[in-house]
C-alpha cells in the first residue's frame, strides 16, 4: 500500500495563507484562467485569484448537483462547461467552500483576465463576472487546434501580449517593472521544472505515487506559480520521493489517463484502482503545468508556452505526443474520460482512441464523465468496462 505522501500536509496552510492573504484586501485582485498570464498579473501588484480552481473544489466537495440548475435558470446551459456553471450557480445561490478562509462570497475582483489557449468558455465565463462586479475584461485570444507553432502565430499572440500589457500599465497608470516580471517568471520556471521532475518519478516501477495524489499536488502550480512557495513546496516534495523507498503495492497494470479529472469520485476511483492493483501514472491533466520559460526574456518564452499546450493541439499532435509519453511511462493501457461538459478537453470524439490503439497497440478505455456534474458518471458501468479491460490485458 503506497503511504501518504507527507509534503501534502503541507498545502492545508500553504493554500490557506494564500486566500487568508486574499481576503485581507491589502493588494487589489485580478482573476485569472489557469492558463492565464497569471506572472504578469504578479508583477502588477495584484493577487491572482484563479476561479477554475474554485470550481474543482465545488466539484471535489459535491454541490454541483445544486448549484449547476441555478445557472441554467440564468440562461446558462447545463452542457457547458460544468466548472462555469457550478461557479456561477454557487454565486447566484451565495454559496463559496472558501467560507472556510473567512469569505463570504467569492473574492471580488478589481479585474478579470482570460486566455482563451484552454477554451472559448472562460471568455463567457469571466464576462458574466465582468458584468455583476463592473470589473474591466482583458483577454488573450489564442487559437486552438494548432499542429504547429509557426513564427506567425507567435508574432500575434506577441501582439496580444503586448496590447494586455499596454492596458495593464494604463489601469495601474504604472508601467511594466520587467525586472520584477523576469523574477516573478523565473520561479513560476523553477516550480514547472520541479512539478515536472515529480511527476517523471513515476517512470519508477512500482510507482511512487499516482494521479489521484497529483491532482491535489499540483495546486501551487496552479494558484500559486510565479511565487518562491510553490518552488520551496516542489522542492521538499521531491526531496521526500527521493528519499522515500519503493512502495509495497503489488503494481499489476500501469494505466494512462487522458482528460479531466471527475473531481467528485477521486477517492472513489483511487480506492477503486488500488484494490485492483493498478496504478494510474501519469495523464496529460498534471503534465499541462509543466511549462517551459527558459530564456533571458520571458515575453517569448512565456507566449509560446502558453500557446502550445496539449488542450489547444490538433488532433495529430495529440496522437504523437501521447505515443511517446505512454511509452516513457511504461504505460499498459489509456484511459480516455469523455467528459460530457468538457469537448476541449475531451479526445475520443474523432478517432483518436482507436487511432492511437492501432499505432501503438495499446488497449484504450473511454468511459463517461464529467469534471464536476456526477450525473454524467455511473460507477457501476465504469467498474464493468474497467474489469472487462483488466481480463483483456492479463490475457494477453
Known amino acids: 500500500m503506497r503511504e501518504p505522501l507527507k509534503t501534502q500536509g503541507d498545502l492545508k496552510e500553504l493554500l490557506g495563507t494564500y486566500y487568508l492573504g486574499m481576503?485581507?484586501?491589502e493588494k487589489p485582485i485580478a482573476w485569472c484562467t489557469s492558463v492565464g498570464p497569471a506572472e504578469l498579473l504578479r508583477a502588477f501588484g495584484y493577487e491572482v485569484y484563479f476561479?477554475?480552481?474554485?470550481?474543482?473544489?465545488?466539484?471535489?466537495?459535491?454541490?454541483?448537483?445544486?448549484?449547476?440548475?441555478?445557472?441554467?435558470?440564468?440562461?446558462?446551459?447545463?452542457?457547458?462547461?460544468?466548472?462555469?456553471?457550478?461557479?456561477?450557480?454557487?454565486?447566484?445561490?451565495?454559496?463559496?467552500?472558501?467560507?472556510?478562509?473567512?469569505?463570504?462570497?467569492?473574492?471580488?475582483p478589481d479585474l478579470l483576465v482570460y486566455n482563451t489557449s484552454q477554451c472559448r468558455e472562460v471568455k463567457e465565463w469571466f464576462g458574466f463576472f465582468a458584468r455583476r462586479f463592473e470589473a474591466p475584461l482583458l483577454g488573450i485570444h489564442t487559437?486552438?487546434?494548432?499542429?504547429?507553432?509557426?513564427?506567425?502565430?507567435?508574432?500575434?499572440?506577441?501582439?496580444?501580449?503586448?496590447?494586455?500589457?499596454?492596458?495593464?500599465?494604463?489601469?495601474?497608470?504604472?508601467?511594466?517593472?520587467?525586472?520584477?516580471?523576469?523574477?516573478?517568471?523565473s520561479h513560476s520556471y523553477a516550480a514547472c521544472k520541479l512539478w515536472q521532475e515529480f511527476l517523471e518519478s513515476n517512470g519508477r516501477r512500482p510507482a511512487p505515487h499516482t494521479f489521484f495524489d497529483h491532482v491535489i499536488l499540483m495546486a501551487p502550480v496552479v494558484v500559486l506559480r510565479g511565487t518562491p512557495q510553490a518552488v520551496d513546496f516542489y522542492r521538499r516534495l521531491i526531496d521526500e520521493v527521493e528519499a522515500m523507498p519503493a512502495p509495497d503495492v503489488d503494481e499489476r497494470v500501469r494505466v494512462y489517463w487522458d482528460g479531466m479529472p471527475i473531481w467528485g469520485k477521486n477517492r472513489h476511483l483511487s480506492e477503486f484502482f488500488q484494490e485492483r492493483a493498478v496504478s494510474v501514472v501519469a495523464s496529460t491533466y498534471g503534465h499541462?503545468?509543466?511549462?517551459?520559460?527558459?530564456?533571458?526574456?520571458?515575453?517569448?518564452?512565456?507566449v509560446r508556452a502558453y500557446a502550445e499546450i496539449f488542450i489547444s493541439r490538433s488532433e495529430s499532435?495529440?496522437?504523437?505526443?501521447?505515443?511517446?509519453?505512454?511509452?516513457?511511462?511504461?504505460?499498459?493501457?489509456?484511459?480516455?474520460?469523455?467528459?460530457?461538459?468538457?469537448?476541449?478537453?475531451?479526445?475520443t470524439r474523432f478517432s483518436l482512441p482507436g487511432r492511437l490503439r492501432k499505432e501503438t497497440g495499446l488497449p484504450t478505455l473511454t468511459f463517461y464523465?464529467?469534471?464536476?456534474?456526477?450525473?454524467?458518471?455511473?460507477?457501476?458501468?465504469?467498474?464493468?468496462?474497467?474489469?472487462?479491460?483488466?481480463?483483456?490485458?492479463?490475457?494477453?
Open 143 to 185: 487559437p486552438q487546434n494548432l499542429d504547429e507553432i509557426t513564427p506567425e502565430l507567435l508574432a500575434y499572440l506577441t501582439k496580444e501580449w503586448e496590447r494586455l500589457i499596454e492596458e495593464l500599465e494604463r489601469l495601474s497608470g504604472r508601467p511594466l517593472d520587467r525586472e520584477r516580471f523576469e523574477e516573478i517568471a
Open 317 to 347: 499532435f495529440k496522437l504523437e505526443y501521447l505515443k511517446e509519453i505512454t511509452r516513457r511511462f511504461g504505460a499498459d493501457a489509456v484511459l480516455f474520460h469523455d467528459a460530457k461538459t468538457c469537448p476541449h478537453n475531451t479526445n
Open 23 to 25: 481576503a485581507a484586501k
Open 51 to 108: 476561479p477554475e480552481n474554485h470550481g474543482a473544489m465545488i466539484g471535489a466537495k459535491r454541490p454541483g448537483a445544486k448549484n449547476i440548475p441555478a445557472a441554467s435558470r440564468e440562461g446558462y446551459s447545463a452542457e457547458v462547461c460544468s466548472y462555469m456553471t457550478a461557479d456561477i450557480g454557487a454565486f447566484l445561490e451565495g454559496e463559496t467552500p472558501l467560507q472556510a478562509y473567512g469569505f463570504e462570497g467569492v473574492p471580488k
Open 369 to 396: 464523465g464529467d469534471l464536476v456534474d456526477l450525473r454524467h458518471f455511473s460507477e457501476e458501468e465504469f467498474a464493468l468496462r474497467m474489469e472487462a479491460l483488466l481480463e483483456q490485458l492479463e490475457g494477453a
Open 288 to 302: 499541462s503545468w509543466t511549462f517551459d520559460f527558459e530564456g533571458g526574456d520571458p515575453l517569448p518564452a512565456m
